[in-house]
Nanobody, 120 residues
Framework: QVQLVESGGGLVQPGGSLRLSCAAS????????MGWYRQAPGKQRELVAA???????IYPDSVKGRFTISTDNAKNTVYLQMSSLKPEDTAVYYC??????????????WGQGTQVTVSS
């Protein structure tokens, strides 16, 4: 069974740093694209970082230069290092693993989420 378990969330002051971890089981990073999404209250879930199986990374402008996604294949773990945190970063952060099934479809697995609150 595929499982994604996030950890590392918490309360941090603006300008602070936090590292999120996602322990994955039942998937291989050479097959799946790994990513982090976040969802703030009343807002849609949005991508904050992704890493393809080829090693390419994707970041939206809102977090570029502040967030870094990385993986430890030996530990089957993906990380999200967050720095210079802003109140706007407050959200539930979700680990995601996905792969394309067909040209028109995608298979997604999600973690349960971890709360990140940035407040003074």
């Amino acid at each position: 069974q595929v499982q994604l378990v996030e950890s590392g969330g918490g309360l941090v002051q603006p300008g602070g740093s936090l590292r999120l971890s996602c322990a994955a089981s039942g998937i291989g990073f050479n097959i799946f694209t790994m990513g982090w999404y976040r969802q703030a209250p009343g807002k849609q879930r949005e991508l904050v970082a992704a890493m393809t199986r080829s090693g390419s990374t994707i970041y939206p402008d809102s977090v570029k230069g502040r967030f870094t996604i990385s993986t430890d294949n030996a530990k089957n773990t993906v990380y999200l290092q967050m720095s210079s945190l802003k109140p706007e970063d407050t959200a539930v952060y979700y680990c995601n693993a996905n792969r394309v099934i067909t040209a028109a479809g995608r298979l997604d697995y999600w973690g349960q989420g971890t709360q990140v609150t940035v407040s003074s």
